[in-house]
């Protein structure tokens, strides 16, 4: 049972939306979380950029085949599936809903969560490390550009132009890039102190996700949103997380590779970034509509780390038997 049990950065999530809603931010308040919101953005890239080594892109960096595909999954497949479920429109939800399933679909791939789950599992975790670090880095030009592709906006919404593009470099790239070219002088320091790190990411997302629905409030966004729109919003997560699965894990075992790769594009090409997707549509999107937009995202966000619990248990179960299997196999072999 313990593995339905709610993500803590979860929980925290709910925490942050209630107080927004009850005590959201005015006045001379919504100029100082902003500037709070941009400054906790800068120092999560750039704490992002010190913790990834050299050696962990260069590790796994081999599997040529396994990458090509997750980045498919992640930039192409995932984003036709969302453009599909728009088109579609097969729930009753609001256009405003539709777009936050569209702008989840174009993110990339969660880091942490991917490794974790991708190890639990008895995956490739080399090759996740360079897949879920390429990824979570190529989306900060990539995704950008899939918002003015992809979703067809107009200047009152999400602008794939130039000035947003350099809006992502200067608040994600740049910082992203310090940190990384910091390493020598601060990467022992990073390692002593992950757990301080982990805390600035969360620290980061909650103060997004405060302002963005302390906006949202003072614009009627619980007038817009309901209980069963949430129940649609979760119906329609696992419909298309069930979807990315059944066609990576096909895919997998189509073109021959190895448990431990399959594993790995299981986790790596399936999940969405709460902690890229958050900080972005902050800049890509006017302050009215973040809320609602990153809405789907943070209810995809849960959804994708329960089913992907159970997927990586299940799999740790089935390698442990197997293991367990393979000395009473041999035992007979040996007395011949």
Request: aromatic share 10%; glycine share 8%; with cysteine.
């Amino acid at each position: 049972m313990g593995i339905f049990r709610i993500d803590p950065l979860m929980l925290k999530l709910i925490i942050t939306v209630l107080l927004a809603t009850f005590l959201p931010a005015r006045g001379p308040f919504v100029e100082i979380f902003q500037w709070l919101t941009t400054a906790a953005i800068a120092l999560l890239f750039f704490m992002h950029g010190a913790k990834l080594s050299r050696e962990k892109i260069i590790a796994g960096g081999s599997h040529w085949r396994l990458h090509l595909w997750v980045m498919f999954s992640t930039f192409v497949m995932f984003p036709a599936l969302g453009v599909l479920l728009v088109w579609w429109h097969p729930l009753p939800l609001s256009s405003e809903i539709y777009t936050g399933f569209l702008y989840l679909s174009i993110l990339p791939a969660t880091v942490q969560s991917s490794i974790a789950l991708t190890s639990l599992a008895g995956g490739n975790v080399a090759a996740a490390v360079c897949s879920a670090s390429a990824s979570s880095l190529l989306g900060v030009f990539i995704s950008p550009l899939l918002v003015g592709l992809v979703m067809n906006v107009h200047n009152d919404a999400a602008s794939g132009n130039l000035e947003q593009i350099g809006k992502i470099m200067l608040q994600l790239l740049v910082p992203f890039v310090l940190g990384h070219l910091s390493r020598r002088w601060i990467a022992g320091w990073v390692e002593k102190h992950r757990g301080l790190i982990g805390k600035t990411d969360q620290a980061s997302i909650l103060l997004v996700v405060y302002s963005a629905f302390s906006e949202a409030v003072v614009n009627c966004i619980w007038h817009r949103v309901g209980a069963m729109t949430l129940l649609w919003i979760v119906m329609g997560s696992l419909g298309l997380l069930f979807v990315v699965l059944l066609i990576n894990l096909c895919a997998a075992r189509l073109f021959g590779f190895k448990r431990p790769d399959e594993i790995t594009i299981l986790f790596c090409g399936s999940k969405k970034s709460l902690a890229n997707g958050v900080p972005m549509a902050n800049i890509l999107f006017p302050s009215a509509a973040v809320g609602i937009i990153v809405l789907p995202l943070m209810i995809f966000h849960q959804v994708q780390l329960m089913i992907c619990s159970i997927l990586a248990q299940r799999y740790k179960r089935a390698s442990e038997k197997q293991h367990n299997s393979q000395p009473a196999t041999s035992q007979p072999e040996m007395q011949k």
